[in-house]
Structures are given as structure tokens and as C-alpha cells.
């Protein structure tokens, strides 16, 4: 909120928030004021290595079996004393 109210008091034009129209466009755009005809919010996507993305979930599942197999035992030992 203190961005905007920041920006507006600055009347500032910044990168994928905020535009100074001057008049003579905003009467070519028949004073349309919609912000997307003004502001480029569009940011690129990441791309993501699926290869390294696999890898990590297959390291995460064996440690997931190392911990279940470790709790398990331990679960055995509590309930063996009983």
C-alpha cells in the first residue's frame, strides 16, 4: 500500500507497476484507462529442469523410506516392552 501511495505522490513511472500517461496517449487510447493498456505485468516464466526436478523427488522418496523404516522400528521396540 505505501508502494502505491509512494508512486502516485512521486508520479512515477516504474518497470511492471505503474505508467505517466501524457494526455496525447491517453486520447489516441479513446481514454481508456484499463492498466493493462498501460502497465506490462507479464513476467516470463521460469523454466524448470524436469531431469533435476525427477531427482530430487526420487532422493526425497528413498530418504521418505530410510525415516518410515527407522520409525517403524522404533515403533516395534516401544510396543515390544508391553
Known amino acids: 500500500q505505501k508502494k502505491i501511495f509512494n508512486t502516485y ?15 496525447e496517449e491517453i486520447i489516441e487510447n479513446d481514454f481508456n484507462l484499463n492498466i ?3 502497465v506490462d505485468t507479464y513476467k516470463e516464466e ?6 533435476k526436478a525427477q531427482t ?4 526425497i522418496n ?5 525415516i518410515e523404516t527407522k ?5 516395534t521396540e516401544l510396543f515390544q516392552d508391553e
Open 9 to 23: 505522490d512521486l508520479w512515477q513511472t516504474t518497470d511492471k507497476f505503474s505508467y505517466v500517461a501524457p494526455l
Open 36 to 38: 493493462p493498456r498501460y
Open 46 to 51: 521460469e523454466e524448470i529442469d524436469i531431469i
Open 56 to 59: 530430487d523427488i526420487d532422493n
Open 62 to 66: 528413498k530418504e521418505l523410506q530410510i
Open 71 to 75: 520409525m517403524s522400528s522404533c515403533l
